[in-house]
């Protein structure tokens, strides 16, 4: 049986542009950002450092993706992958209405835990659930 990196290569090498040019035009923005801040207009690290309480569910989205992403757990119980999605959406909600309620700025410290939280949720209540035939 092939490794699902040798099965899906013509995938992987179209994710790996799509990655690239998001990383470019990201890059692109902010260039042009910068150049226009005397204008008025903020720069993405602007925008971050001001907001960084109301964006905490950003920062949790970004753990949780990270670890779907690279650290994707699967299991073979017969079970629908959208309960896990609705729980990880419950807490961005959540998150959402309680960044835009605080008044205090959380710290860099607070924003990591938050960050390692939203990870180890979608890991744990996120999984990959498996059909009969993926099983390996």
């Given at each position: 049986?092939?490794?699902?990196?040798?099965?899906?290569?013509?995938?992987?090498?179209?994710i790996k542009?799509?990655?690239?040019?998001?990383?470019?035009?990201?890059?692109?923005?902010?260039?042009?950002?910068?150049?226009?801040?005397?204008?008025?207009?903020?720069?993405?690290?602007?925008?971050?450092?001001?907001?960084?309480?109301?964006?905490?569910?950003?920062?949790?989205?970004?753990?949780?993706?990270?670890?779907?992403?690279?650290?994707?757990?699967?299991?073979?119980?017969?079970?629908?992958?959208?309960?896990?999605?609705?729980?990880?959406?419950?807490?961005?909600?959540?998150?959402?209405?309680?960044?835009?309620?605080?008044?205090?700025?959380?710290?860099?410290?607070?924003?990591?835990?938050?960050?390692?939280?939203?990870?180890?949720?979608?890991?744990?209540?996120?999984?990959?659930?498996?059909?009969?035939?993926?099983?390996?």
């Amino acid at each position: 049986m092939k490794p699902l990196s040798e099965k899906n290569k013509n995938a992987l090498k179209i994710i790996k542009i799509v990655v690239a040019a998001l990383l470019g035009i990201m890059v692109v923005i902010d260039i042009v950002l910068v150049s226009l801040e005397d204008r008025g207009f903020p720069t993405f690290s602007e925008v971050i450092k001001n907001d960084r309480t109301s964006l905490i569910w950003l920062n949790f989205l970004l753990g949780g993706l990270v670890a779907k992403v690279f650290y994707n757990r699967k299991v073979t119980t017969k079970e629908h992958e959208i309960s896990g999605f609705f729980t990880f959406l419950a807490m961005l909600v959540l998150l959402f209405f309680l960044g835009k309620l605080f008044t205090i700025q959380i710290e860099t410290p607070y924003h990591l835990l938050i960050m390692v939280c939203g990870g180890i949720l979608a890991y744990r209540a996120w999984p990959q659930y498996l059909k009969d035939e993926d099983t390996p």
